[in-house]
């Protein structure tokens, strides 16, 4: 029988057996060839976070929690998100595919997939399946539209996983002059350089103050400040002028769901500067101040998200549309995904590599799980 990576209970995967159901008319089975999970999302899900017990509510627009036996529930979940294999079989109506065609979509990590022929799509010719695995954290980044980037701004990137790597080039391709890249990680920290990046810091040095660093890339060291010697006072409020610096970043671009680095990329950012929020965070925001810089910089802190319909700029802008750019653009090659897939295992090690990404993540940036 064939075989899927499951969680049986939080932080517990296990490979189990499965039977394979009779196709439909309109069904596909595919011989998985190479599979990934989603290192941000699926691993909150997996430990059971706080957040799993609080779902939203499209009716409400809100959050609703329920008790934490109904966030239990999910368990055993499969594990994985995108796959890439070959058509196997498929039923008597189906149109789009034949037997032999090599294919790729939004998949568990399991041997083989038995699908409706409408969610799958033929892999583009000069597409690699580790390309194809990339689509979806290409897709997540490409929200950053709403941090509105323009031409020669300075942007961070905080957090090099498959997102932040990714999003690394799309700020460029917005026009960003320069780009500066954070994460603890110095194997992620030399692929961010390889892929685009001008500058890179290690968060954690520099006293753990990776804000006040990227001011000083952004500029150097900041002038003292000119102090008035006297201010005019209407009704009681001093107008003073103020030496405001514009050391900073314009745009801070949070992918690492860290909430310090959350914090980080405010103090990093100018005064009126964006602070573009792609990340999905489990757990309570301890050590968020928003006393300081964010209040007094005035900042716009922006939530991005490709899957929360309809856009801010719909109709022009569409989940299709930001699918098919993602697409069409790692063909090109104008993304490159060349490194992030690491490392590469054998379905049957992806028990340990499964425990890896989330106890050792020093030891990836997105798994592929490979299928003899």
Not at 80 to 96: C, H, K
């Amino acid at each position: 029988m064939p075989r899927e990576l499951v969680a049986i209970a939080p932080r517990s995967p296990q490979l189990r057996e499965y039977e394979e159901w009779p196709l439909g008319p309109h069904d596909v089975r595919i011989r998985t060839e190479l599979a990934s999970p989603k290192h941000g999302t699926e691993l909150v899900a997996y430990r059971n976070d706080p957040v799993v017990s609080r779902p939203y509510d499209p009716l409400w627009g809100a959050v609703v929690p329920s008790p934490s036996e109904e966030a239990l529930a999910r368990f055993p979940m499969r594990l994985g998100n995108m796959a890439v294999g070959v058509v196997t079989d498929i039923g008597a109506e189906v149109s789009r595919f034949t037997v032999g065609d090599r294919v790729f979509g939004h998949f568990p990590i399991r041997e083989t997939q038995t699908v409706d022929e409408m969610r799958t799509d033929l892999l583009p010719p000069g597409l690699s399946p580790e390309a194809a695995l990339c689509l979806d954290p290409v897709v997540m980044a490409l929200a950053l539209r709403d941090g509105g980037i323009k031409l020669g701004d300075r942007v961070a990137v905080f957090g090099l996983g498959a997102i932040g790597l990714i999003a690394i080039q799309l700020v460029r391709l917005a026009g960003a002059a320069q780009v500066i890249a954070l994460d603890p990680l110095e194997n992620r920290r030399n692929l961010a350089l390889a892929l685009g990046a001008d500058n890179v810091l290690d968060p954690t040095a520099h006293g753990g103050d990776a804000g006040l660093e990227i001011r000083k890339l952004t500029g150097g060291d900041a002038p003292e400040p000119d102090i008035p010697t006297s201010a005019r006072i209407i009704g009681g409020y001093s107008e003073a002028p103020t030496q405001l610096t514009q050391l900073g970043v314009d745009v801070a671009v949070e992918t690492s769901g860290s909430i310090p680095a959350l914090q980080q990329a405010i103090r990093a950012t100018r005064f009126g500067g964006t602070v573009c929020v792609v990340s999905f965070y489990g757990r309570e925001a301890a050590g968020l101040l928003l006393g300081e810089e964010f209040h007094i910089n005035r900042l716009q802190l922006v939530s991005v998200r490709s899957q929360s319909l309809p856009m801010r700029d719909a109709p022009a802008w569409t989940l299709e549309r930001m699918v098919t750019l993602g697409l069409d653009w790692l063909v090109e090659g104008r993304i490159r995904t060349e490194g992030i897939i690491t490392p590469i295992v054998p379905f049957e090690e992806s028990v340990d590599a499964y425990r890896m990404i989330d106890e050792r993540p020093a030891e990836s940036i997105k798994l592929g799980v490979r299928f003899s």
